[in-house]
C-alpha cells in the first residue's frame, strides 16, 4: 500500500498565479484533510472532507478550494497565490472520525514569491 | 487562547535522559488526547493516543492527562539520538471534525 501520496514535493509559485496541489490515498478512508504547517505554528486546518462529495471549511479556507469527487482523491486548489500562502501543505485520511488515526502524506513544500 | 498550547522548545537533552513534553487545553470536554512525532521534512505519525485521565504507557512512552488541570504529558525514559523529532499533542475539536494540533516541540537528544 502506498498510503497518502501527494504531489509535487516542492513548487515555487509566482504572486498571483494558481496550481492543485494532489492528493490520494488508497486505504479506502471516508475522512481526508487538508493541513498547512507554517514554521513553530503547528499545523492548522484548511479543509477537511467526510466522504465522496462533502467538504467543510476548517480554520484557515480563504484562498483555498476543494472537492472530493472520489473516495481516493482530494485535491486543494490554490487560487491568485499570495506569499502568506508559502508553507509545507500536508494532507491526511482518516477510517472514520479524527478519534481514529490520522495518516499523513509527506507533504508538498510551497513557495509564493 | 489557544485551545492547545505547546512550548516550542527547542529542547536539548543527553542521550539516556528522561523527556518530558507538555501540553495544556483550554476545553474541558476535550477528552481523547493523541501525541504524533514528526521527524525533520516528514509527515506527522502518531505515537501514542489516551482517553480521559491517567497514564498509558508504551514501551519507553509513557501519556499521561490531567484532567484537574487541563494538561497533558508525554515522558521519554531512556531517550535515544533516534527519538530526535517535533512531538505534537492533539485533540478532535469540538465537533470531531478533525485534530486540533499544539505547536510541536522540537527535541534533540544529543549522544
Known amino acids: 500500500n502506498a498510503g497518502v501520496t501527494q504531489t509535487p514535493k516542492f513548487r515555487i509559485l509566482k504572486i498571483g498565479q494558481s496550481m492543485t496541489l494532489q492528493c490520494a490515498q488508497d486505504m479506502n478512508h471516508n475522512y481526508m484533510y487538508w493541513y498547512r504547517q507554517d514554521p513553530g505554528m503547528g499545523l492548522k486546518l484548511i479543509y477537511y472532507s467526510v466522504g465522496a462529495g462533502i467538504t467543510d471549511k476548517g480554520e484557515v479556507p480563504n484562498g483555498y478550494n476543494v472537492s472530493r469527487s472520489t473516495t481516493e482523491d482530494f485535491p486543494l486548489r490554490l487560487e491568485l497565490a499570495a506569499p502568506s500562502q508559502t508553507s509545507v501543505y500536508f494532507c491526511a485520511s482518516s477510517y472514520s472520525s479524527p478519534l481514529y488515526e490520522q495518516y499523513f502524506g509527506p507533504g508538498t513544500r510551497l513557495t509564493v514569491t | 487562547q489557544k485551545e492547545v498550547e505547546q512550548d516550542p522548545g527547542p529542547l536539548s537533552v543527553p542521550e539516556g535522559a528522561i523527556v518530558s513534553l507538555n501540553c495544556t487545553y483550554s476545553?474541558?470536554?476535550?477528552?481523547?488526547f493523541m501525541w504524533y512525532r514528526q521527524y525533520s521534512r516528514k509527515g506527522p505519525e502518531l505515537l501514542m493516543y489516551t482517553y480521559s485521565s491517567g497514564n498509558k504507557e508504551d514501551g519507553r512512552f509513557t501519556a499521561q492527562v490531567d484532567k484537574s488541570s487541563k494538561y497533558i504529558s508525554l515522558f521519554i525514559r531512556d531517550s535515544q539520538p533516534s527519538d530526535s523529532a517535533t512531538y505534537l499533542c492533539?485533540?478532535?475539536?469540538?465537533?470531531?471534525?478533525?485534530?486540533?494540533f499544539g505547536s510541536g516541540t522540537r527535541l534533540q537528544v544529543q549522544p
Open positions: 476545553n474541558s470536554a476535550f477528552q481523547y
Open positions: 492533539a485533540t478532535p475539536d469540538t465537533g470531531r471534525r478533525a485534530l486540533t
